[in-house]
């Protein structure tokens, strides 16, 4: 079954929705395209790594053990069209309560869907999942050098460039946002107030 042939998420699925996009959790049923994206080696070069050489077998176990012992520090979803397309999927990870950040990242496979605003509004969510956190008061994320379409894009969520990094022989660019800064541009993106924050910290 293509992507164009996805029915809508299950009723229940969805953890939050925009106006182009809904962030849903994972389910094994995305196994095949979450395949598909792996093994493509632009995709893999655009999330700098290689593509993946399991058996689809082997992968739809390891996401069956992923989806089976959910941790903590992870939040993971499946970005889906409005009408239910599954077009991608974005995740945070090693989110810490005690340092109050976390790292996130977003991967849009229907290249149909490039340059529409799905990605922007998808990142945009889970953003605001994070900070929906009281604890997590920055989040940051890594992106290749030579990645401009991917800086620009980030930029405009309000993630900062901090520093270049360089690991495993790649060139990156670490960008931050800060929990503080976030309501300007949540009221912007997602067409919604800023929302009530509590959290002394962030002054």
């Known amino acids: 079954m293509t992507a164009s042939e996805r029915k809508p998420a299950v009723e229940g699925a969805v953890v ?7 962030l849903r959790h994972k389910r094994i049923e ?5 395949y598909r994206w792996r093994v493509d080696p ?3 070069e655009l999330d700098a790594t290689v593509a993946m050489r399991l ?5 739809r176990s390891r996401i069956a053990q992923e989806l089976r012992y959910p941790t903590a520090w992870v939040k993971r979803f499946a970005i889906d069209t409005l ?3 599954h077009v991608g999927n974005c995740m945070a990870y090693d ?3 005690v340092t109050g950040e976390g790292e996130v990242g977003i991967m849009i496979g229907e290249r149909a869907y490039w340059g529409q605003g799905y990605g922007t509004e998808a990142l945009a969510l889970l953003v605001d999942e994070c900070f929906a956190m009281n604890s997590i008061r920055r989040l940051y994320l890594h992106t290749l050098e030579w990645n401009e379409r991917a800086r620009r894009a980030f930029a405009k969520i309000g993630f ?7 690991r495993a022989g790649k060139d990156f660019v670490r960008m931050e ?8 541009k949540r009221a912007v993106l997602l067409h919604a107030p800023p929302a009530p924050d509590a959290s002394p910290q962030d002054g």
């Open 55 to 59: 058996s689809l077998d082997d992968f």
């Open 83 to 85: 009408d239910g397309v």
């Open 42 to 44: 632009e995709l893999a």
């Open 160 to 166: 900062r460039e901090v520093r270049s990094v360089r």
């Open 16 to 22: 939050v929705q925009g106006r182009l996009v809904a």
């Open 177 to 184: 946002l800060q929990r503080k800064d976030w309501p300007a």
């Open 30 to 34: 995305d196994a095949d395209d979450d």
């Open 95 to 97: 989110l810490d309560t």
